[in-house]
């Protein structure tokens, strides 16, 4: 059973800075990309960014873009968003997923695994 376990979510100001973890376990980690998407109040859930399964492809949302670096560990079973310049735009649940193969994209629905999401906060 795969599990993904989301950390790191919390209140900052306009500005600020915030690095989301997310652990996963039940699977083989290193076969599959990973993903970041982020869901708020009354909007569709939307991709933010995605890392394929090696690290070595990475593709991000024109609106984070510059402002957020995803990263991951193999050998922790960990992926990884750090967030700087964090706008109150960026105020929503995070949830990191896993793709359904090695390759990532930017739908929605090529995500079959879901963290239960970490709450981002950002006052202006």
């Known amino acids: 059973q795969v599990q993904l376990v989301e950390s790191g979510g919390g209140m900052v100001q306009a500005g600020g800075s915030l690095r989301l973890s997310c652990a996963a376990s039940?699977?083989?980690?290193?076969?599959?990309?990973m993903g970041w998407l982020r869901q708020a109040p009354g909007k569709e859930r939307e991709f933010v960014a995605g890392i394929s399964s090696s690290g070595g492809i990475t593709s991000y949302a024109d609106s984070v873009k510059g402002r957020f670096t995803i990263s991951r560990d193999n050998a922790k079973s960990t992926v990884y968003l750090q967030m700087n310049n964090l706008k109150p735009e960026d105020t929503a649940v995070y949830y990191c997923?896993?793709?359904?193969?090695?390759?990532?994209?930017?739908?929605?629905?090529?995500?079959?695994?879901w963290g239960q999401g970490t709450q981002v906060t950002v006052s202006s």
């Open positions: 039940g699977r083989t980690f290193s076969m599959y990309g």
């Open positions: 997923a896993t793709a359904k193969t090695t390759w990532i994209s930017m739908r929605v629905e090529w995500y079959d695994y």
